[in-house]
């Protein structure tokens, strides 16, 4: 069975703060990694993906990516309110002409003022 | 900018329906995905499409079935409604990995299906 962990929070930190998002998965075999953002009520939307092992930068938002150590993480810079969201860690294994994504169950990030 | 619509965004029927969840994509993504999601148990796959009329079953297939007659539009359906299906639905389109592009699933806004 394939797992990803993430851990579920709240994490809380004051707005401006760096809030730092982890992620493991079981598959070895994991080729792409997702990072979602969820509002409460809406659809999943993307925040980034890393294919890579590194650093990978957007804006406020860098991705690390460790296959040795089965690791994905997420890095918010100067985090605001409206970064307050649940954040999904995805993980996809490419079966043939699709790729297969399994989801942590997400971590809730809250941005307190 | 990727546009994945879905037919409803809140559902109620009755148990024993057969309830149709209707999906379109306007970026020719060969890829199709339905997905529930319920609290605690995350984003859990139904089924995909990589093509016209191919579909393949995920990890949760028992209960539905899928329709795809043409490439932009994916119906999940529900042939006998049971108040278990309660959940929220989600459509999600990509292009393959074979294609040289991200395999970036792009979700529609869901649809809340309540079964009474």
């Known amino acids: 069975q394939k797992e990803v962990e993430q851990n579920s929070g709240p994490l809380s930190v004051p707005e401006g703060a760096i809030a730092s998002l982890n992620c493991t998965y079981s598959?070895?075999?994991?080729?792409?990694f997702f990072w979602y953002r969820q509002y409460s009520g809406k659809s999943p939307e993307l925040i980034m993906f890393?294919?890579?092992?590194g650093d990978k930068e957007d804006g406020r938002f860098t991705a690390q990516l460790n296959k040795a150590s089965q690791y994905v993480s997420l890095l918010i810079r100067d985090s605001q309110p409206s970064d307050s969201a649940t954040y999904l860690c995805?993980?996809?294994?490419?079966?043939?002409?699709?790729?297969?994504?399994?989801f942590g169950t997400g971590t809730r990030l809250q941005v307190t003022l | 900018d990727v546009k994945v619509t879905q037919s409803s965004r809140y559902l109620v029927k009755r148990t024993g329906e057969k309830v149709f969840l209707e999906c379109v994509q306007d970026m020719d993504h060969e890829n199709m995905f339905w997905y529930r999601q319920d609290p605690g148990l995350g984003l859990r796959l139904i089924y995909f499409?990589?093509?016209?009329?191919?579909?393949e079953k995920g990890d949760i297939p028992e209960g539905y079935s899928v329709s795809r007659e043409k490439k932009e539009r994916f119906s999940l359906i529900l042939e006998s409604a049971s108040t278990n299906q309660t959940s929220m639905y989600l459509c999600a389109s990509s292009f393959p990995p074979t294609s040289g592009r991200s395999d970036t699933q792009y979700f529609g806004p869901g649809t809340r299906l309540t079964v009474l």
């Open positions: 890393i294919y890579s092992n």
């Open positions: 598959d070895r075999g994991s080729q792409s």
């Open positions: 499409s990589y093509d016209v009329k191919m579909k």
């Open positions: 995805a993980v996809g294994v490419w079966a043939g002409t699709a790729s297969k994504l399994t």
